[in-house]
């Protein structure tokens, strides 16, 4: 059984950092790129980032790009965040994705097999 335990969120003033880990079990860690994706109230969920199964590559949605970290350490993935807006305010739910060494890591969600059971990021003004 595969499972995904999302911990980090939490309340933050604009401008400072968190980091959210997830770890995966029940699958080959380093055979799957891996994602962190937020939804916001009324939005969609949206792509943040994604490592890809080898771990030599990391990719970012524009809005993040610059400010926030996505890196893997054996199973657990994690997304540092800094230079907080709030604007980030949203529900982050990592990610194992549906095919197996994919070359490039999909940014849609549909294309994600497994998901955490996401963690609430809220960035005060």
């Known amino acids: 059984q595969v499972q995904l335990v999302e911990s980090g969120g939490g309340l933050v003033q604009a401008g400072g950092s968190l980091t959210l880990s997830c770890v995966v079990s029940?699958?080959?860690?380093?055979?799957?790129?891996m994602a962190w994706f937020r939804q916001a109230p009324g939005n969609e969920r949206e792509f943040v980032a994604a490592i890809k199964w080898s771990g030599t590559t990391t990719y970012y949605a524009d809005h993040v790009k610059g400010r926030f970290t996505i890196s893997r350490v054996g199973a657990t993935t994690y997304l540092a965040m800094n230079s907080l807006k709030p604007e980030d305010t949203a529900v982050y739910y990592c990610?194992?994705?549906?095919?197996?060494?994919?070359?490039?890591?999909?940014?849609?969600?549909?294309?994600?097999?497994?998901w955490g059971q996401g963690t609430q990021v809220t960035v005060s003004s």
């Open positions: 029940g699958r080959t860690f380093n055979s799957y790129s």
């Open positions: 990610a194992s994705e549906s095919t197996r060494q994919r070359n490039n890591p999909p940014r849609a969600p549909e294309a994600y097999a497994f």
